[in-house]
């Protein structure tokens, strides 16, 4: 068992590693933040600076962990390269591009003994744990999620969103889905979608999911990235003791008996988590969300609409 820090290099410095990722390793002392990998010099005294992960490993200073916060389409051979060298990975989510290539990561890591966590940071949203809790001795009778945003808010200029493997409007999508798996007491799957996706883009700006449960009550989730005004990241359970909502991306939950609101925890529960894996010599990747989603792509029925540019 490992009790010094564990030394972490972030992989790919865009909009999440800067806003999350850097102020999590800072404020947990199992890391320290020895190395960045990123196009650019991102100026940071005391850290080093790669162009490329296999630079880093071949000349920069020791590292025991990395981050890949890259778009999930490059994500495959960063993970096997970094478990090929012991080191190891937390994968933003979604895991991958494809389900098969994140079980082949699973199975190297289980070979070389590095932990390869598949994190999915709406699980750790402070609602979540106690609505499971809440849920996990209820009947539910249906669900509905509606996950509305403004994409030329939240993802400017991502061509990356936009690709094949970029997920579009699944991007958030999946974040409902990771919570609705982890917090829903039976497991669910696809029966009906419809594909909303721009003339000239590969993914979908729109969807509209029926699921049902393994007990048979619907769920269905409403995915729209052309929203403007409020923005709506909601989760309302129906069931046989009363409803549970929970709003604000997992922030907010409301149960019969009141209102529960708490701090952000998402992304120090995240490294918190990934210290534990490390330090127990596990792994923890969990595909479920990533199923759904492509299971959409599948099953779904696609209709063009009018073309997007940012
Ligand atoms: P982003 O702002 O576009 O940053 C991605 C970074 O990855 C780029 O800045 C670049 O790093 C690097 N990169 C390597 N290959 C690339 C390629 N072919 N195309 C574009 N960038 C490439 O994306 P992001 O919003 O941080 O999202 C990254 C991952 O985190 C995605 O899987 C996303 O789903 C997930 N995530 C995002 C958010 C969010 O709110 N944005 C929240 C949670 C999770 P350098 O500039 O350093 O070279």
Redesign the pocket.
């Known amino acids: 068992m490992t009790t010094n820090k564990i030394r972490v290099a972030i992989v790919?410095?865009?909009?999440?590693?800067v806003?999350?990722h850097v102020p999590s390793i800072a404020g947990n002392p199992d890391y320290v933040l020895t190395a960045v990998v990123?196009?650019?010099d991102p100026a940071m005294p005391g850290v080093a600076w790669h162009k490329t992960l296999q630079s880093l490993l071949d000349d920069g200073p020791a590292i025991d962990a990395v981050a890949l916060?890259?778009?999930?389409?490059?994500r495959y051979e960063l993970a096997s390269l970094a478990l090929s060298r012991g080191v190891h990975v937390f994968l933003?989510?979604?895991p991958g591009a494809t389900l098969a290539e994140v079980g082949l990561l699973e199975a190297q890591a289980t070979k070389s003994g590095a932990t390869l966590f598949a994190g999915w940071?709406s699980r750790f949203a402070a609602g979540v744990a106690p609505a499971r809790a809440w849920l996990a001795d209820r009947r539910v009778d249906s669900v509905s999620i509606v996950w509305r945003e403004d994409v030329r808010h939240?993802?400017p200029g991502?061509?990356?969103i936009w690709e094949p493997g970029g997920l579009g409007v699944f991007?958030p999508g999946i974040n409902a889905l990771s919570i609705a798996t982890h917090m829903l007491p039976d497991p669910f799957f696809l029966t009906a979608a419809t594909l909303s996706t721009p003339a000239n883009r590969a993914a979908p700006i729109a969807a509209d999911l029926t699921f049902r449960d393994s007990r048979g009550a619907p769920v269905t989730m409403d995915l729209d990235w052309r929203q403007t005004g409020p923005q709506s990241w909601d989760i309302v359970v129906e069931t046989d003791a009363g409803t549970l909502s929970l709003a604000k991306g997992g922030a907010v939950l409301t149960l019969p008996s009141g209102v529960e609101q708490h701090d952000d925890e998402e992304y120090p529960g995240l490294y918190a988590r990934f210290a534990t894996l490390i330090r127990a010599g596990e792994s923890e990747v969990d595909v479920t969300p990533l199923k759904l989603v492509a299971d959409a792509f599948l099953r779904g029925t696609r209709v063009a609409v009018e073309n997007f540019d940012d």
């Not at 790919?12 to 590693?17: E, L, N, P, S």
């Open positions: 790919g410095m865009g909009k999440i590693a806003d999350q990123s196009s650019r916060c890259t778009p999930p389409q490059v933003e989510k979604p940071h939240w993802h991502q061509a990356w991007d």
